[in-house]
């Protein structure tokens, strides 16, 4: 059975920064593109970044304005999200995705994917 396995979430004063892994067990992902959404309390579940498969192209929602970085090393089947000048706005469940192709923008949207993680808290402290 194929798990998608998220680590890095935790507290955090604004400011700060954490940086999220994903990792699928299982089986590799190396030839599927990658994302990672949020959801806040009360909320829909929305975008903040992706990759293809290769690593060559990223994706970032518009509020992530050159904060988070999103890359992947498929050595290591694991994907990165690097996330810089939280805000505490950024406060969130962050769930890591992997898409039914490789690359393109409709890694923006959640039905390009197939397996979802169970979640890693994010909250940012004022």
């Known amino acids: 059975q194929v798990q998608l396995v998220e680590s890095g979430g935790g507290l955090v004063q604004a400011g700060g920064s954490l940086r999220l892994s994903c990792a699928p067990s299982?089986?590799?992902?190396?030839?599927?593109?990658t994302g990672w959404f949020r959801q806040a309390p009360g909320k829909e579940r929305e975008f903040v970044a992706a990759?293809?498969?290769?690593?060559?192209?990223?994706y970032y929602a518009d509020f992530v304005n050159g904060r988070f970085t999103i890359a992947r090393d498929n050595a290591k089947n694991t994907v990165y999200l690097q996330m810089n000048s939280l805000k505490p706005e950024d406060t969130a469940v962050y769930y890591c995705?992997?898409?039914?192709?490789?690359?393109?923008?409709?890694?923006?949207?959640?039905?390009?994917?197939?397996?979802w993680g169970q979640g890693t808290q994010v909250t940012v402290s004022s």
């Open positions: 299982g089986r590799s992902f190396s030839n599927s593109g």
């Open positions: 995705a992997v898409a039914r192709y490789g690359a393109g923008s409709g890694l923006r949207g959640q039905a390009a994917y197939y397996y």
């Open positions: 990759i293809s498969w290769s690593g060559g192209n990223t």
